[in-house]
């Protein structure tokens, strides 16, 4: 969670480059990112140097005349040309072409031995007369990303703000290409449970997002429990590992395990900066069409190695087609047409979310796994394709389970419904059969329908946090159906799953303010040695004062209770004086002059409420200067402390009969004892984040199931069938189980005839295979009849219906009668 004075600079960067003309977000980013990638670059040479490398900024006889590469340092460009783009276009971009040329043949820095000539075709776009944008823009990047490389927690928040910049990107690419939702991408990481050292590939990689999240799951892993923070949509956070060994941390950070792959080169820019900032050393995001021609192409060659990975992670273009001419010519990666025909060579589809699909399963090690975003009709597509894709995944392989999206998932892009695919390879690509009929390896299929997501469905996206969010629970059952089977899911079929939900309030602990004086915090760790480790980070304001409670509301109330009566004393003590002098002067003669005696105290106290208001307003340095909680509650009850101090003093200045003034210490120093209450309520600056615990164990009961599993062949009973031996009758036992002898002789006889189609009888036709391997998850959901509002039976209901049919069809009947008589 960033702190909403990071997302406002992102929000103001981002209106700054549209004014100047970029309103291509795509184009913006980009642009961002270079000046992202030129500040680090600085310090990235400055560690080389100091491992006797030459600097990247060295002057070589090769350059033009008119390059000087010191100039292109970006603590000059900050200081001497931070307004004129000018000097970007035509001396820092064409130094920035030329930057793999400068590397060593020994070059051992992972950020710079992986550029790869990402850079070689990098040019600035902002409009050279808009000096003041880019200085804006300069200015703003030194702010956001100050802390870039120091360490987790720095990385952390820097991470965060490039996702919340390419947020900003709502705008839909090519061929169905946009920016997959981050709690989704999480979710489906969290369904596969990688490993450290396990190797992950997005064919269809974009920003770097399901790489990113899975090394932030890994990390999670291995974070002790009590350590970890979860917001309300699984943004996890103080992520540090802990737990890991040398071996298992570095291979958290080894780039060649998160290997992305994307068509566009922008894309695979932004995404390759994305992982870097995620602390991904060397991250292999590269440019590549997964599913073109590898001739000629070593490292995509190298990169889409048959059965080489243990994961794939991916949400690929919808909808799209392909050249076939430029498809990967293997055989035994895209099935062919076939038969003896001119096309026998040609691929059997040119539909890229088909092709995506074969391409992920032949990735895929034996026993590798894999959860794929795709669209309905890959689930439920009639032609040839679409039912040997489903046909090869359910019989050569294990369907683990599908899990339906709304249709409002992916607001404000699309509105095209789809689903989550997760299987298992289980068949070498080398054994690849044609369908025989033989026993499919996928047994049962696991179906789960969202239908909240934890934000609203329409173009919006709403956040409700703390609300009902189907993910949670899928997530439980769908590990307790692997673990457990069948069993497993029929125990939780009616109960509804989530997590516990709390608010706590959140800030950035800044320990001086821009005038270089102590922060609310910064008085709190005044004395630590170790105050600098709270410098800057993200913290929730129990662990910055230790007194408080987490609870916003709670603290709010605590503050309230400690500084209401002392601002009121504060009041009270600082008009006192004047006021006794007063109240000496007409006591007891109050009572025959009661207006007299208020006018002399209106004049004698005349300057005090000002001085009072204005020591409140001095003090308001201590509070964020942007969005405060904290400060309305300060102004609330300063104002109210010094109105009831004024009352009361005017209650006692019109009682006759009192006896005496009272006591007041006497204020030595107003602004002192002022300043010393504010820096208590600023205490409560900060933004509130709801969070969510780590275990998801908050049961509830439902009266319909949200999942249900499905047999992929499921074989009719035949009472009349006998072993050919005459021992056997019926081809089903006395527990329902299907004899094995009888699925032999089926077999041998074939499921299917001449043409592949499914033979009548055999199989039930709500099973999986009956259905032309249908794997929507709307097919097979069970008939809910809990709202049918009936005093009858099910079984009643049922009968009605068909006495009713047969009304109809008997009116039918009678009415072709007539018009056939009148023909």
Known sequence: MLAPHIKKKVDELWNRFWAAGLTNPLVAVEQITYL???????????????????????????????????????????????????????????????????????????????????????????????????????????????????????????????????????????????????????????????????????????????????????????????????????????????????????????????????????????????????????????????????????????????????????????????????????????????????????????????????????????????????????????????????????????????????????????????????????????????????????????????????????????????????????????????????????????????????TERWRQAQLRDSADQLTAAGHAFANQSDSGMWDGQIWDIHELFSEMPSDPKAAEEQIKAKIQPALLDLAKRYLAPATREIWAKWHPAIVQAPQQTLDDWQKAIKNLPQEFRRAVSDVQRFFESEDSPALPLWKDWSKAALSTALAEFETILTQANRSSFGEYQPVNDLTQEMEALAREVAKLDGFDVVLRSLAIDQQTAIATAKHWVIPVRHWLPKEDWQSTDGKLLGSHDANGLVRPEYVRTMLDQGLYDDKGNLKDDLLDPDCIEARDWNLSAGQYKPFDFSPLKSDKSVVELIGELRETEQKIMSGLDKLLTMVEGQE
């Open 36 to 502: 992202l990638f030129l500040k680090r670059l600085e310090d990235i040479d400055r560690k080389r140097v100091e491992r006797n490398l030459p600097s990247i900024y060295q002057r070589r006889d090769s350059d033009p005349e008119d390059m000087n590469p010191e100039t292109c340092r970006w603590s000059y460009i900050r200081q001497s040309e931070k307004t004129n783009p000018r000097h970007l276009a035509e001396v820092v971009f064409p130094w920035l072409r030329t930057i793999d040329s400068r590397l060593t043949d020994q070059e051992t820095d992972s950020e710079l031995g992986g550029l790869d000539k990402r850079m070689a075709d990098a040019y600035f776009q902002l409009d050279p007369n808009k000096g003041q944008v880019l200085g804006d823009a300069i200015d703003k990047i030194d702010q956001l990303f100050a802390r870039a490389g120091d360490g987790s927690a720095a990385q952390d928040i820097m991470g965060d703000t490039f996702e919340y910049l390419l947020s900003e990107m709502a705008t839909a690419g090519k061929n169905g290409q946009f920016r997959t939702p981050r709690h989704l991408i999480r979710f489906m990481v969290e369904l596969l449970d990688p490993e450290p050292g396990d190797k992950i590939i997005d064919p269809a990689a974009g920003t770097g997002g399901f790489l990113f999240s899975a090394q932030q799951y890994l990390m999670r892993k291995f974070t002790i429990p009590d350590t970890v923070r979860l917001e309300w949509d699984g943004t996890p956070h103080r992520l540090d590992g802990a737990g890991t060994t040398t071996r298992e941390y570095a291979e958290i950070h080894n780039g060649a395990n998160f290997v992305g792959l994307d068509n566009d080169r922008t894309m695979t820019r932004i995404g390759w900066m994305n992982l870097i900032l995620h602390d991904i050393v060397d991250p292999q995001l590269v440019q590549g069409d997964s599913l073109s021609k590898r001739e000629g192409k070593p490292k995509l060659a190298e990169l889409l190695t048959p059965e080489s990975y243990r994961f794939v992670l991916a949400n690929p273009p919808f909808t799209g087609t392909v050249d076939t001419a430029d498809l990967e010519k293997d055989s035994i990666l895209f099935p062919r047409i076939g038969g003896g025909g001119k096309k026998k060579d040609d691929s059997l589809t040119n539909k890229s979310e088909l092709l995506f699909l074969w391409l992920m399963l032949d990735l895929l090690q034996i026993g590798g796994r894999c959860a794929v975003i795709i669209p309905e009709g890959v689930l439920s597509g009639n032609t040839d394709a679409h039912k040997r894709l489903r046909r090869e995944l359910l019989t050569e392989h294990v369907v683990e389970g599908v899990i339906s999206l709304p249709g409002g998932v992916f607001q404000p892009y699309t509105g095209v419904k789809t689903s989550i695919l997760i299987f298992r390879k289980e068949t070498r690509r080398d054994d690849k059969q044609n369908l025989t009929g033989q026993e499919p390896r996928s047994k049962y299929v696991w179906f789960y329908e969202i239908e909240n997501d934890g934000f609203t469905l329409d173009a919006k996206r709403n956040t409700r946090p703390g609300q009902a969010n189907d993910l949670w629970d899928a997530l439980v059952k769908f590990k307790t159906w692997l673990n457990e089977g069948r069993a497993g899911s029929v125990r939780l079929e009616k109960i509804y799953l989530q997590p516990a939900f709390h």
